[in-house]
C-alpha cells in the first residue's frame, strides 16, 4: 500500500470476515485475529517486530495497515548467503531477536 498523503509504503494484510464466518469454527476463528492484533500490541515499538499501524473495517474486510519490510523473509536471506545457509553467527543473531520478542510477549 502507498499512503499518497505522506509518501509512505506500508504493507496491507486483509482478513476477509467471510472465511471467518463461514468457518466451522467461528468461535476460534474470531479469537486468533483477536490474539494476532493483542500481540501486536504487545510487541509495538520493539525494533525486531513488525509495526501495526492501524486497524480499519469495512463490511466485508479487516484491514491490518502493518510497517512495510522490504528486506525479504528470513528463508529468502538464508538462499542468498553461501550455499543457501547461514552461518553460525548470523542464526545466532536471528535466535536472539526471536527469543528478545518472545521475553517481551511473556512479560506483559
Same mark, same amino acid.
Given at each position: ?7 509512505? @509504503?506500508?504493507?496491507?494484510? @486483509? ?9 466451522? $469454527?467461528?468461535?476460534? $476463528? ?6 494476532? !492484533? ?13 509495526? !501495526? ?10 484491514? !491490518? !495497515? ?8 528470513? @528463508?529468502?536471506? $538464508? ?13 545466532? $543473531? ?15
Amino acid at each position: 500500500a502507498f499512503a499518497r498523503h505522506n509518501g509512505c @509504503t506500508a504493507a496491507c494484510k @486483509t482478513i476477509h470476515k467471510s472465511g471467518i464466518f463461514r468457518s466451522a $469454527a467461528v468461535k476460534a $476463528a474470531v479469537l486468533g485475529v483477536q490474539r494476532e !492484533l493483542t500481540i501486536m500490541q504487545h510487541t509495538s515499538g520493539h525494533p525486531n517486530v513488525v509495526q !501495526l499501524k492501524g486497524v480499519y473495517e469495512d463490511s466485508r474486510s479487516l484491514h !491490518l !495497515l502493518l510497517e512495510w519490510c522490504g528486506g525479504g523473509s528470513l @528463508t529468502q536471506l $538464508a538462499e542468498k548467503a553461501p550455499g543457501g545457509r547461514c552461518g553460525e553467527g548470523a542464526a545466532a $543473531a536471528v535466535a536472539k531477536a526471536v527469543l528478545e520478542v518472545l521475553a517481551v510477549c511473556h512479560s506483559k
